[in-house]
């Protein structure tokens, strides 16, 4: 980067320095500006939000006025008290069928005095039953008039009128971004109910009226507040607006629509707001993900009679729509400033021709005088410092006149000595190479001997005299016979790296191949390179036996499952398979990982001794040539096919003797 800026131009360094500097304050005040208008577009959409729930609350609140003036003008009569003296039923339906008409209720009950049901107009066969537990109608009982959104359980609903009970079932739909929850349904209603106590002429309470309506599937109060808001307003065929009305954190009553266009009812309330809300009774006023989309919403809690938070009153606008305006107002601002910008640049491009038309005057002049014709001269028109920089120019020609030919001589003097010191510094590093090599080989030979050997001595010996101290019942004897028995292995591999062209005879016996895979297996898997290695087996269960030398086994298995692990960079997949090849009476195994691959010019070299593509220090090479060996002294076959960035199978195939059984695990 620095070698392209000292390239360029004085007049592209100017207008560099011009862009900017007007580039970097154009970004600050862009940003400055995009912060501004972002919050002030979000602020306005939060204060319509929240001007839009106060016209919500106000008309659910008239709505529940309604019914409890209707009930409190009602109860106030003679006409009730008259019928229930008389038990004239025929006017009291009559009275309470105007009553209910009047304001819509879904229902309408009078009691007598001790909260027992006298007569219902929607349902007038079922008396008798005691509603004294719901608070409005408590609270009417000891002379009072109330009025409240309460839950009514299915039970109450269907003593009420049956169909209410049918129009209360909603089917909770699993909700994006909602607190978890095992509730499949919900069978209670949340009604607007209000009861006022009737008094005989001697002002005792001999009863109550109360009724209500039920908000569950009802959309009058969402769609009355929808129209008054939003006036129908889409942004991209979608509704702008939400209101909604919760039964605790279920949607009963709202316009917001699902993907597939119904209201989205049965659908939850996401987990932030319900603990901000219904837990803790606060209001929610900020953005939240409401059914399929993020809203700019306003939740504020409905309260019973008891003033326990019971559900929400949701009005929200389509966070999208206020993010298009300000993205717009944005680009706008953003577009203005570009023109301004660019506008400003080429004034500088301009003014800038006018400083650098002299200086490519001396630009031309000094290229010439860097050729070697000193003949040349600046002609000063100006006594600005681009003149005096001129001037310095002519001085410096003198100057390099003098000096060429002092140059020349010490020129000759220099290369005499530079050729002696390079030839003295050759031999220098000839003799630094030897040193390195020479100590690199004597560190490899110390650490073979000294951590290989000796600690697996020392590991085996103290191992074996620990085995000899721990009683046969003892449960550290497996393990310790384990670690004696994999040390004596790792003994046997280094000194089958050192003695490679020794000839070894296996010792053989049935074995079980798959136990041998995943005893293998089970040493290694938990290194830290098989972390990220999905290893995934598919053995078969009847594979028969073969004559083999378990160890010998181990150490292949292991020396590929290693290279595989190795080749894939510690991150892949890896798939073992056994299975049977009765056409050549085999038992045959496959390796197969998701590494890098081998390349094609090599892969016939692989199995040849100390041949290795890893790097010096990180492999002796000798490890699959070991493992051809020995699968070549069982009489067996290995061979192996990669494609490169796709993987590479090894395939093993051991004769099974003809008498062999098949091990069923």
Sequence with gaps: MLGILTSLSLRTKLIIVYVFILGAGGLITSFIGSLIVNDTIMNQAKSKVHHDLMTAYNVYDNQLSQIR???YIGASGRTIQACMKSDNRDMLRTRLQQIRNDVELDFLTVTDKEGKVFFRVSNNENNGDDVSSIQVIKAALQGRVAAATEIMSNEMLANEYEDLAEKAYLKILDTPMAKPTNKMEETSGMVLIAASPIFDENGEVMGTLYGGHLLNQDFTIVDRVWDLVYKGEQYKNRNIGAVTIF??????????RTRNGRRALGTRLSEDVFETVLVQG???SDRAFVVNDWYISEYYPIKN?????????HVGTLEKAY????NRVILTFMGVATSGFLLIVLISYLITKTITRPLEEMVTVTQSIATGDLNQKVK??????????????????KSLNRMRAELEDWGKTLELKVRKRTDELRDMQAKVMQTERLASLGKMAAGIAHEVNNPLGGILVLSSLVLENLKDQDPNRTNLEEVVKQTIRCRDIVKGLLQFSRETIPKMSMININIILNNTLSLIEKQSIFHNIDIEKELDENLPLVMADDSQLQQVFMNILLNAAQAMREIGSLVLTSYFNSKDNMATITIQDTGQGIPEDII?????PFFTTKDVGEGTGLGLSIAYGIITKHNGKMSV???LNKGTTFTIEIPVPENSTKQIS
């Design 604 to 608: 016939d070299k692989i199995f040849d």
């Design 641 to 643: 096919h990669s494609e």
């Design 380 to 397: 000063i028109r100006t006594r600005d410092e681009i003149g005096k920089l001129g001037s310095s120019i002519n001085i410096m020609v």
């Design 323 to 326: 993010l298009a305006i300000r």
């Design 282 to 284: 606060g209001h929610w």
């Design 69 to 71: 003036n209707s009930i």
């Design 247 to 256: 039964l605790w954190d279920l949607r009963i009553s709202t316009n917001v």
């Design 305 to 313: 009679y008891s003033g326990e938070v019971i559900g929400m009153l």
